[in-house]
């Protein structure tokens, strides 16, 4: 069983919808992080939480936000996708006091 | 934000040696250095991380300059199974748990 899960694995959406990506782990974790990857590049760092009352911005948040619903789940928002938000999504998670992250398989979003 | 720089590409023998460089010549002496490889369709995972000294796990070894100005991840016998994207990583403490993934290093081993 995947410590670390993320739904959809794959969407197809359009210009202006709403989109949720959703990640849920059970490692207990108390870090989660969400990151995308282009074709070619390696990831960037989307938004990350320490914890369920804690969120903060990475590198690329614009057009991003983020919900923090419980210990176990970091769901992931595009309020209006746009085509150059098309990308591999990841979510990930650590816990306070390891450096390690445990990455999920990734939810792979089009947006035509 | 400090930044790695690794080669885009590297092949092996299966079943030989692999040394994969990294230079991080703006390293601070807080940041750690990780290791992550990414299988195909997959996501990254762990595979080794340290600070100072040489440091060997289960998957690989780290050996890391003694200015700290450069890294080199050393897989002791290349398996089909290792062809990956390795990613040479520096934890900035600054900025908590943060990851900043450069391109990396596609791997190709060769039967």
């Known amino acids: 069983d995947a410590d670390v899960t993320q739904t959809p694995r794959n969407r197809i959406t359009k210009t202006g919808k709403r989109i949720m990506l959703e990640c849920s782990q059970t490692?207990?974790?108390?870090?989660m992080y969400w990151y995308r990857q282009d074709p070619g590049l390696g990831l960037r760092l989307i938004y990350y939480?320490?914890?369920?009352?804690?969120?903060n911005k990475g590198e690329i948040s614009d057009g991003y936000s983020v919900s923090r619903q419980a210990q176990a789940k970091f769901s992931l928002s595009l309020e209006s996708a746009i085509p150059n938000q098309t990308a591999l999504y990841f979510c990930?998670?650590?816990?306070?006091?390891?450096?390690?992250?445990?990455f999920g398989p990734g939810t792979r979003l089009t947006v035509l | 934000d400090a930044k790695t720089t690794q080669p885009n590409s590297m092949e092996s023998n299966e079943e030989e040696p692999v040394h994969l460089p990294c230079n991080h010549s703006t390293i601070s002496g807080t940041d750690y250095i990780h290791w992550y490889r990414q299988l195909p369709s997959q996501g990254p995972e762990y595979v080794i991380h340290g600070l100072t000294s040489n440091v060997n796990n289960r998957m690989a070894s780290l050996a890391i300059a003694e200015d700290r100005k450069s890294s080199t991840l050393i897989l002791h016998r290349a398996t089909l199974r290792d062809a990956a994207v390795y990613y040479c990583?520096?934890?900035?403490?600054?900025?908590?748990?943060?990851?900043?993934f450069g391109t990396g290093t596609s791997l190709t081993v060769i039967p």
């Open positions: 490692k207990g974790h108390d870090r």
């Open positions: 990583i520096l934890r900035d403490e600054n900025t908590g748990n943060q990851f900043y």
């Open positions: 990930a998670t650590s816990w306070t006091g390891s450096d390690t992250q445990y």
């Open positions: 939480s320490f914890d369920v009352k804690d969120i």
